[in-house]
Nanobody
Framework: QVQLVESGGGSVQPGGSLRLSCAASGIMFSLYTMGWYRQAPGEQRELVATITGSLRTNYADSVKGRFTISSDNANNTVYLQMNSLKPEDTAVYYC??????????????WGQGTQVTVSS
């Protein structure tokens, strides 16, 4: 049974920081591209950042220089360090595990989401 369990969300003032964690179980973690996505009310879910098993990272332009994605393959956990938070970062943040081989998506899983609210 695959589980992605997020933690670390909460409320913070603009300019503050939060660190999200996603603990994965039931998958061969190092084979998957792990990612963080977010969805604000009334908006579509959007990519925030991804990291491959070989630690190659990708970021949305809106978070470059402020957010850092990292992973701990020994503990099957992916992190999202969020600094200099802005009100527009307010959203539900979702962890994602994706296995794509030669452009064919083989597996894809989502966590339950964690709320991040940035407000003064």
């Amino acid at each position: 049974q695959v589980q992605l369990v997020e933690s670390g969300g909460g409320s913070v003032q603009p300019g503050g920081s939060l660190r999200l964690s996603c603990a994965a179980s039931g998958i061969m973690f190092s084979l998957y591209t792990m990612g963080w996505y977010r969805q604000a009310p009334g908006e579509q879910r959007e990519l925030v950042a991804t990291i491959t098993g070989s630690l190659r990272t990708n970021y949305a332009d809106s978070v470059k220089g402020r957010f850092t994605i990292s992973s701990d393959n020994a503990n099957n956990t992916v992190y999202l360090q969020m600094n200099s938070l802005k009100p527009e970062d307010t959203a539900v943040y979702y962890c994602n595990a994706d296995l794509t081989i030669a452009t064919m998506n083989v597996d894809n899983y989502w966590g339950q989401g964690t709320q991040v609210t940035v407000s003064s």
